[in-house]
Nanobody, 125 residues
């Protein structure tokens, strides 16, 4: 069974940090891309970051540039999203999804596959 599982969410104070993990099973991430998305209540899903493992290229939403970092550990078949300087507006359910090797991070969300179940991130004092 091909799937992605996110973990690492939680409650953090403004200015704090969290690291989310996205672990793949049933396939290897080495040649795939992985996108991180988030959805807050009442808002549309938003692309946050993406890494294309085939060439190491990364993309970030303007709202998280300089604060979030996406990285990949092929040995662990895991992609991470390191989030720092968190703000209340970062509160959302965060999802990861896979992108076929021949596609680029600029692809629309509907082209991503194997969506995980999501992990809740809450930034509040």
């Amino acid at each position: 069974q091909l799937q992605l599982v996110e973990s690492g969410g939680g409650l953090v104070q403004p200015g704090g940090s969290l690291r989310l993990s996205c672990v793949a099973s049933g396939f290897t991430l080495e040649s795939y891309g992985i996108g991180w998305f988030r959805q807050a209540p009442g808002k549309e899903r938003e692309g946050v970051a993406c890494i294309r493992n085939s060439d190491g290229s990364t993309n970030y939403a303007d709202s998280v540039k300089g604060r979030f970092t996406v990285s990949s550990d092929n040995a662990k078949n895991t992609v991470y999203l390191q989030m720092s300087s968190l703000k209340p507006e970062d509160t959302a359910v965060y999802y990861c999804a896979a992108l076929s090797p021949n596609l680029y991070c600029s692809s629309p969300p509907s082209w991503f596959r194997y969506w995980g179940q999501g992990t809740q991130v809450t930034v509040s004092s």
